[in-house]
């Protein structure tokens, strides 16, 4: 698997990171030991995870195989902190003790004395920018943290935070949804991106797992859609206009002689600013086709004519 640098100033990753939202709930560790062992084996490197997939318990899981046979220094592990659960739901709490606290925990499941990248999980707007960045610069001088970045933050609060950072902090990445249903980013979080030197780690490139073609004649009793936690991920895009991507992916992927998986993966994979893109699982055999997609690289018509299909509406002041 080729490796790309996470932004300016960051490490070599693997441009497939392996996504463990599933693990420990949807997704045992017998199983997930056998994904990280196929990942591992096609040359992947960057594991993703966050203090609050499946409360905590994937991360659990992803120490066990630390501790149970895979090397650490194959692996670079990438977790989230910021958001906390309480009986009422999620709660975005970027302050300095909260996401210290969580490291500190997340730290402990994952049986590793530092992660090789931390990202602050949502924006908070209570917190100060400048109290969030402060627990950044604490875990890298501490050495809890090799590199650090922010997650599903907006265009503006990425770049603001990259500037408040700036003389103690290099942000090395920012993670956010991206794919063929979702090019938002493209208005601005890309451009700001790469004004401050940041990889992009794309999360869910196939559309929440739409993109795969799985949804196109119903809803398989064991999909996502059809889970009671992750249903209403997936039910914002069984639309219409999903539909229609899915049948233009189809018939690139069979001119090309590949899956429609292949194709949506690879034009996430490979495009502007993307550093990686973050593909889940819950079992190794439905990783097989993102491992498959590696060796693919998609003609520019067929990218072009993806992307006029795709295309996302912008409007004042983006286009002028």
């Not at 017998?30 to 993703?48: H, I, Q, T």
């Not at 931390?118 to 590199?147: I, K, Y």
């Not at 491992?291 to 993806?306: F, H, K, N, S, W």
Request: with cysteine; glycine share 10%; charged share 20%.
């Amino acid at each position: 698997m080729q490796h790309r640098r996470l932004g300016v100033r960051g490490a070599e990753v693997s441009r497939l990171a392996l996504g463990t939202m599933t693990w420990s709930r949807d997704t045992s560790r017998d199983e997930a030991g056998r994904m990280l062992g196929a990942f591992v084996d096609a040359g992947g490197s960057l594991v993703d995870t966050a203090a609050t997939y499946a409360d905590g318990g994937s991360e659990a899981v992803v120490g066990s195989l630390l501790t149970g046979g895979f090397a650490r220094d194959e692996l670079q592990i990438c977790t989230k902190a910021g958001v906390r659960r309480t009986p009422e739901g999620g709660v975005i709490d970027a302050s300095r003790g909260a996401l210290l606290d969580t490291l500190d925990a997340s730290l402990a499941r994952l049986a590793t004395d530092h992660v090789d990248l931390w990202l602050v999980h949502a924006f908070d707007p209570v917190t100060p920018l400048e109290e969030t960045m402060h627990a950044l610069e604490v875990a890298l001088s501490t050495g809890r943290a090799r590199q650090v970045g922010v997650s599903n933050f907006p265009g503006w609060a990425m770049a603001r935070a990259a500037s408040v950072a700036r003389d103690a902090v290099a942000l090395a990445a920012t993670q956010v949804e991206y794919s063929l249903l979702e090019r938002g980013i493209e208005r601005e979080v890309v451009p700001a991106a790469q004004a401050f030197g940041m990889g992009i780690l794309a999360w869910s490139p196939l559309g929440r797992g739409v993109l795969t073609g799985k949804y196109a004649h119903g809803i398989p009793a064991d999909s996502r859609a059809a889970s009671d936690h992750l249903a209403g991920f997936v039910e914002p895009y069984l639309t219409p206009r999903a539909a229609s991507v899915v049948t233009a992916l189809a018939t690139a992927a069979d001119g090309l002689g590949r899956s429609v998986h292949e194709v949506a993966l690879a034009w996430v994979r490979d495009a502007p600013g993307v550093a990686c893109a973050i593909v889940g699982a819950r079992t190794a055999e439905q990783l097989e086709p993102s491992l498959a997609a590696e060796d693919l690289v998609l003609p520019e018509p067929i990218r072009t004519a993806l992307d006029d299909v795709t295309a996302p509406d912008i409007g004042y002041p983006e286009r002028r």
